[in-house]
């Protein structure tokens, strides 16, 4: 079974959670992924290995959090990659990376109507 | 440090037996070997075959033990007593409070 | 229970969530960015727990970890750390920066309230054990405080004595009287000197309260001219009264009389104490008694050893602290290396040193846990200045009174009068100064008249060791057997515008003897009785007696103040 792109338990206990913020939660992952993103691009341009592992790591951590599974699960894989200085396989992760968070994207903007 | 009390068949006599160090922390063990609420006991023996020293507190609960069964009308047995206890106890002049065999 | 939690997290998203999980469990939330930002903001606000990331630009949660537990000190200020759960590696890195716990992604608030919770409990056991600590330490110090102050009390009392004459050596650590151990020396009228070796079972204020009723009494008595018999047995009824059942007192009282050539010593309890001649021969002081405190006042027995004793007789008295004493391979210092040193010494005034140098050698260390104690009567004691008592009249006044009284058996074995009598001759101001010269005259009237006279004892058997021994004993069992007898002291003063003068009369029903002939020998029978009798010649102003001496009569005088 492949991993889901986004894990209904994780949001069920978020909604909970956060409540009336959630839809705030949601703006807040998108905008700053979006950044996330460049960042990985930039690292992975300028070669900095170390830089490139750490931003995958970060990414990782916060769609975790926001039971976007299959994308942490990618941030990971890339992190493994710049550890082992396997950086000439890192463009193709990263490609997708982005198609994976497009996805991800959609999935969210459609829950954040749900909220008006 | 071990101390084992046990009465006599008639309840007559407590034999209280001391090995290893008989010294301060032995202080409360003593007391209760001979504080037994169940026997009043006319005669006691205090064995020290096992005991591999004896400090002034040692002869200090000895001598509480003798108050405990009466003073000078107490009798009170020192028995078993290795060459070193038996020095110290003559130091203290003890035999003349205790019969020591 | 509302704490201030203090996030440091650098994702926006994830500090958002964490935020809002833990201000709906009810905390008040602070959020640094990054790791720098951490510990200021710990600094300034001191939260109760940190949640922290490990990842952070600018400093990163391993060292914001390690400077916020250094800046908490002795308080527990658990850190959480937040991880993605990868490798052990990085747990291991969390864990030894300090960090307390760690929590992974996703965040599961359940979990995050369980471990918050578990952890401040941590904090509160934390901040109960350094109160305590703080508490042990403040009660200890008191403890050492009022410790401080017992010594000082105890010391005014002891400083009455005489320890600090040139003939005594002692060895005393400074904590002794805390472990038990006492050593007292005084000089009474007559010139005898006692000294006191005690050793209290236990330590502590238990040990040193003991010590002060010993010490007044001991000095006290002493100064009144009290016997060693006497002073032995008020020792033994106080700390029987006073003390619990379970402690008592080892110890050795020496009466040391140079004039009358005698050592009395009594030993209850302590190790083996030493009388050495000049030529090395060693006689022990054995313990024959039960120690001070054990027995009732009837019970008591104050029988003391007599030996001969000469200028140039040394006494040792030490202890068990020196025998029983064991070094670091745990071997007992014992009786036979002491032994060994009392054997190889050739010069009596190094044998202190000597025994301190093999303590040394032995220990590697100065102990401080055994007294040793060295009389040298290689010189004549020094005469005592007697102390006024308090209350005493300044000037002199006039005084005319007689008084006589008889003892006979009953009274002659309850024991020595003498005291008494020069308390109340001590009212005769001008007889003060003279007091210790007007006790030895009493003491020699009243032990020629009681021994020769009464009990017919011939003072011929003191000529060595074993007839001293065999003349106390016959003193003893004499006295013991003692129906008729008795002896008669008259004292008599009387002043006029020239000064005055004390008259003391002393009659015994005894044989009598030719005193004439007793003073004229220089040797034989009679010389040691005639030693006596010269010296109350010497020391009086004027020396009267009955042809048959039975009755002898002494006179002191002395002239008005100018």
Known sequence: MSIPHLDNAVLVTLQAVMEGEYPLLLDTFLADSEERLRLLRQAFQAGEGETLRRAAHSFKGSCSNLGAAALADLCCQLETLAREQRLVEAPAMIERIEREFAIVGILFRAERQRYG | MTITSQPSADGRELTIAISGRFDFNAHQAFRDAYQRQDVTPERYVVDLQGATYLDSSALGMLLLLRDHAGGDEADVRLLNCNADVRKILSVSNFEQLFVIA | ?562
């Open chain 3, 1 to 562: 229970m509302r704490l201030t939690i203090l996030i440091a997290e650098d994702s926006p998203v994830d500090r958002m969530l964490l935020s809002t999980i833990i201000a709906r469990q009810g905390h008040h939330v602070l959020t640094a960015g990054d790791g720098l930002e951490a510990v200021a903001l710990y600094e300034r606000e001191r939260p109760q727990l940190v949640l922290m990331d490990a990842l952070m630009p600018l400093m990163d949660g391993f060292e914001a970890a390690r400077r916020i537990k250094s800046l908490a000190g002795d308080e527990l200020v658990p850190i959480i750390f937040l991880t993605s759960l990868s490798e052990n590696q990085a747990l291991v890195r969390c864990l030894e920066a300090g960090g307390d716990d760690f929590i992974v992604k996703p965040y599961n608030p359940v979990i995050l309230e369980a471990k918050i919770k578990a952890m401040h409990r941590l904090r509160r056991l934390q901040a109960t054990v350094v109160e305590q600590r703080d508490l042990i330490a403040r009660r200890n110090q008191q403890l050492l405080d009022e410790q401080r102050a017992a010594k000082a009390i105890f010391d005014k009392v002891a400083h009455a004595g005489c320890l600090g004459a040139p003939n005594i050596r002692y060895r005393q650590s400074p904590r002794a009287l805390f472990n038990g151990d006492l050593l007292l020396a005084a000089q009474s009228p007559t010139g005898q000197m006692f000294v006191l070796l005690g050793d209290f079972t236990g330590h502590g204020l238990p040990a040193a309260i003991g010590a002060m009723p010993l010490a007044e009494t001991f000095y006290g008595m002493t100064a009144k001219g009290y016997a060693a018999k006497d002073i032995l047995r008020e020792l033994n009824a106080k700390l029987k009264q006073i003390l619990p059942v379970e402690m008592f007192c080892c110890a050795t009282l020496l009466d040391i009389n140079l004039t009358q050539g005698v050592l009395n010593v009594w030993n209850g309890g302590l190790p083996d104490g030493y009388l050495i001649r000049p030529d090395g021969e060693r006689v022990a002081l054995v313990s024959r008694h039960l120690p001070l405190g054990v027995l009732a006042p009837g019970a008591f027995d104050a029988h003391f050893e007599s030996h001969p004793l000469k200028l140039g007789d040394r006494l040792l008295l030490l202890s068990d602290g020196v025998v029983e004493s064991s070094n670091a391979r745990d071997e007992l210092f014992g009786e036979q290396r002491l032994l060994a040193v009392l054997d190889a010494n050739h010069d009596a005034k190094r044998l202190f040193d000597e025994i301190e140098e093999a303590l040394l050698a032995f220990h590697g260390q100065l102990r401080d846990d055994l007294s040793l104690v060295e009389v040298d009567l290689s010189e004549k004691m020094a005469a005592l200045q007697l102390p006024l008592s308090f209350g005493a009249p300044k000037e002199g006044r006039p005084a005319d009174w007689s008084g006589r009284f008889e003892l006979r058996a009953a009274s002659l074995r309850a024991g020595n009068p003498l005291p008494l009598l020069l308390q109340v001759l001590l009212q005769v101001h001008q007889l003060r100064p003279r007091a210790g010269a007007v006790y030895a005259v009493l003491v020699e009237l009243y032990s020629n008249a009681l021994e020769h006279g009464v009990l017919g004892l011939d003072s011929a058997l003191k000529r060595d060791a074993a007839g001293f021994a065999r003349y106390y004993e016959a003193r003893s069992e004499r006295l013991a057997a003692l129906v008729d007898g008795y002896i008669r002291l008259e004292l008599d003063i009387q002043c006029d515008a020239a000064g005055g003068r004390l008259r003391i009369g002393i009659q015994d029903s005894g044989a009598g003897f030719d005193v004439e002939r007793a003073l004229g020998e220089a040797r034989g029978v009679e010389c040691l009785r005639g030693r006596g009798l010269q010296l109350i010649r010497q020391l009086s102003d004027g020396f009267a007696w009955q042809a048959d001496g039975r009755g002898l009569s002494v006179e002191f005088r002395w002239s008005a103040q100018a």
